[in-house]
């Protein structure tokens, strides 16, 4: 995903949003899917607060981790240029 460097943050923080929205949906605390994820809780907790956009492997571990599909913790609109 290609984003300019001036819109990654809000961008950020709506995928993270939308992390921590699946995460507790998934009723699983945020060790245990950062764990599931091969991520640290650091990294998993700065996702969700949205101070760092993550990759594309990190988005689909997430959502493998909280039971969900990809598409569900990004914007619509950029659905497609992930895929």
């Not at 460097?5 to 009723?27: Q, Y």
């Not at 599931?36 to 493998?64: I, M, N, Q």
Request: overall charge positive; proline content about 5%; hydrophobic content about 40%.
């Amino acid at each position: 995903m290609v984003v300019a460097a001036r819109d990654e943050t809000p961008l950020a923080r709506r995928v993270g949003r939308h992390i921590k929205t699946a995460r507790v949906a998934s009723g699983l605390p945020r060790d245990q899917v950062a764990r599931s994820a091969g991520l640290t809780v650091r990294e998993l907790s700065g996702y969700e607060l949205g101070k760092k956009l993550p990759s594309r492997g990190d988005l689909r571990a997430l959502a493998g981790a909280c039971g969900i599909h990809v598409d569900e913790l990004i914007p619509k609109e950029l659905v497609g240029s992930l895929t």
